[in-house]
């Protein structure tokens, strides 16, 4: 049984990631800005957190509410943004919120975090990332913004994975490819994904569970398909 973490906790992968958990008997930790749909979930090991991850408040907030239920096992950097506008329309307004939510808060959060994990058994950090992130794959016009702030989620996972390597933590991420989430949707309008949210939890449960025993610092691409 693990005490598990995951930002962005209110729909998509995060949700289903929660319910999976949850029935694998582990305890959950979900965050999120709006915690309506997870109030429905009625299990005695979920934790729900309403916080928003991209404030220094809400960072502290986690930060507390993980001290209280004891070591911090696996941390699923769910959370994230995306614009799809062309790159000479895009506000700074828009690309800062991009890059608050996709980049700056998992970064500062895991400041918050760190030090709470990998004191008994060897935790792991999952950063959740994007094939339009992964070098050498498909890119497409209007995602400027998301795609370059998610190079730099999978640039931040190598980095920590060096500096904390004489730690007990691992650091991996998740280039994920299409995935019908509403995300997607924003993404790519109209386009059917051959993967559903459920499936891709699936794996990100499992590769969150067991592969920091075998690799570390490492960008994975997870895609049947980019549009």
């Known amino acids: 049984m693990k005490n598990v973490l995951i930002t962005g906790a209110s729909g998509g992968i995060g949700y289903e990631l929660v319910q999976l958990f949850l029935e694998a008997n582990h305890n959950v930790m ?45 941390l699923i950097n769910n959370a994230g943004a995306l614009v799809n506008k062309p790159f000479a329309k895009i506000t700074d ?10 980049v700056f808060a998992p970064f500062q959060l895991l400041q ?33 913004a998301y795609s370059s702030s998610k190079f730099a ?10 500096e904390f390597k004489d730690k007990n933590i691992a650091f991996n991420c998740l280039a994920i490819g299409a995935a019908q989430t509403k ?36 960008i994975i691409p997870v895609s049947l398909s980019t549009p």
């Not at 307004?93 to 996709?102: F, G, H, I, P, S």
């Not at 989620?153 to 060096?162: K, S």
């Open 112 to 144: 918050q975090l760190i030090p709470l994990m990998g004191k008994t058994q060897r935790a792991h950090v999952v950063n959740i990332g994007s094939m339009g992130g992964y070098q050498g794959s498909a890119k497409f016009s209007g995602l400027t």
């Open 30 to 74: 979900a965050v999120s800005r709006n915690t309506k749909e997870l109030a429905k979930i009625k299990n005695e090991k979920l934790w729900i957190v309403e916080a928003d991850i991209t404030t220094d408040k809400g960072r502290k907030q986690i930060k507390e509410q993980v001290k209280k239920g004891g070591e911090l096992c696996i």
């Open 153 to 162: 989620i999978a640039g931040l996972t190598e980095i920590l994975a060096e």
């Open 183 to 218: 995300m997607l949707a924003k993404a790519f309008p109209g386009y059917k994904a051959p993967v559903s949210a459920t499936q891709m939890a699936e794996f990100i449960m499992d590769f969150s569970l067991h592969s920091h025993n075998y690799i570390n610092g490492k």
């Open 93 to 102: 307004k828009e690309l800062r919120d991009v890059y608050e939510a996709n």
